[in-house]
């Protein structure tokens, strides 16, 4: 299991709510930004006078739009290079790629493409089951909703690892190991994830990086038809989009990044700020349980109630309790998981209490449902590869956290400072880069796209998952940052509930006007 740097939308994770989009720059008119009608029609793209003459061919491809089997759907299959460095070398790959045209009334503004966060969140199936049908009315009228599955995830050349059984092997592994024995358990487990991933999918891994995702989304803005790039990306989709505008700041259209991160940390600090923003999801919970009649943690402060789900979490560890599936007993690792998948929406805090009440008297179904939600279990033992692509994208973006255990039994300590019942968890989960078969070729950075038109980066205080000071960077970053704060709780902002946010964000993706820098809501 890796949780830490897990980047999830809400919608993802629990319910169907978690939106984030994006779009033109500032200045930038409708009709300049909106894709001719040949673009839009499937004919061949333009390239860039810049574009590099051994890249010209995917640029201009047609895509062949085909009914996706979803009614008011449409899917095709773009073309991209294996290796960038070495593009029509006969090594190709296939990425998917999903639109609903715009609605309408209203003149057509362009192309939307969403990103819904991972990295391995499966941006076609995000699209259709939610952002091309849920995002606000206006929005879809006036935009094709487009999204695609970035390379290594799902319907694109997805990097396959564990088998189901074995991945369910995996999940189980216990994640505090207590002595050498347990902590070489550990280490093996990640070695096994690791070696499985290098021998299923080879060829793909030392290409799944950030940036070579960033490089697709300039190839599918282009086959789209668009001069410019508009653009919602959530969670680790910030991450996408700002690697983007540092690239073609130039191409960059409105853009928002709802749940922020920080490409200037190193993977040891983004892994103790997350867990930072867990603690913090956590005591909004158990303040909000304590209020309960129902709450399993019972009354006093959010520390008493944090002891006495870390002591419930060591009787798990100690000793499983059933969940229904007699190979899958609720033990302290998918409990943990479980109770994390939770804090990503705070509407699904109901769901956790009574889940945890049930787990204290004996029946862990609830939390390993859960569990179950955050890893995209189906329920005949099958995975989707949101786990596998999430350790290639992140093990390739920047250097291992750690080097060994010994490295992370030093961390410790700051780790569960952080959060006395997921700091040890947390803290080990992020050793998993160190066994990964392919060396880091990406690192820590900041992002500045000078030159881009504004884009607005949103943060929540209270984030579970990208934590509020990440957006405070990002923002401060980019040469062209604007800041819109939602002083609540859950994962992103954009379509959560908040009228001030959602009118803000429609406002700049509709007229092109963004809000004013550092704006509060």
Known sequence: ??????????????????????????????????????????????????????????????????DCGVPGFQCATMKAP??????????????????????????RLGSLVVNPGGPGGSGVGYLQAYAGIGYPAPVRARYDMVSIDPRGVARSTPVECLTGPAMDAYTQVDQTPDDAGEKSELV????????????????????????DAARDLDLLRSVLGDEKLTYVGASYGTLLGATYANLFPGRVGRLVLDGAMDPSRPALELNRDQTEGFETAFRSFAKDCAKQPDCPLGRGTPEQQAARLKDFFRKLDAQPVPSGDPARPLGESLATTGAIAALYDESAWPQLREAIRQAMDGDGAGLLGL??????????????NL???????????????????????????????????????????????AYWPVKATGSAKE?????????????????????????????????????????????????RGSDCIDTAINRYLLDGTPPKDGKKC
Not at 403 to 421: D, N, Q, R, Y
Not at 452 to 468: E, F, K, M, S, W
């Open 1 to 66: 299991m890796d949780t830490s740097r897990l980047l999830r939308t809400t919608g993802t994770v629990i319910a169907a709510a978690g939106l984030l989009l994006s779009g033109c720059a500032q200045g930038t008119s409708g009709s300049k930004a909106a894709a001719s009608p040949a673009g839009r029609d499937g004919a061949a793209g333009v390239a860039p006078p810049a574009v590099p003459e051994a890249l010209r061919p995917y640029y201009v491809q047609k895509l062949a739009w085909r």
């Open 188 to 211: 093996a487990a990640f070695k096994k994830f690791a070696a499985a991933c290098e021998e299923r999918s080879r060829r793909v891994l030392p290409h799944v990086s950030t940036a």
């Open 371 to 384: 569990a179950d939600s955050y890893y995209e279990r189906e329920a005949d033992g099958k995975y989707a």
């Open 447 to 495: 992002l500045t796209a000078k030159g881009a038109a504004p884009i607005v980066v949103v943060g929540t205080t209270r984030d579970p998952a990208t934590p509020y000071k990440w957006a405070q960077a990002l923002a401060g970053q980019l040469d062209s940052g604007v800041l819109l704060t939602y002083d609540g709780d859950g994962h992103t902002a954009y379509g």
């Open 82 to 107: 294996l290796d960038y460095a070495k593009p029509g070398a006969g090594q190709d790959i296939d990425l998917a790629v999903a639109r609903r045209a715009a609605t309408g009334p209203g003149k």
């Open 387 to 433: 786990m596998y692509a999430n350790a290639a994208v992140n093990c390739l973006d920047q250097p291992p956290a750690f080097s060994g255990p010994e490295a992370v039994e030093a961390a410790l300590p700051s780790f569960e400072k952080a959060s006395p019942v997921f700091g040890a968890g947390l803290a080990w989960a992020s050793l998993n880069c």
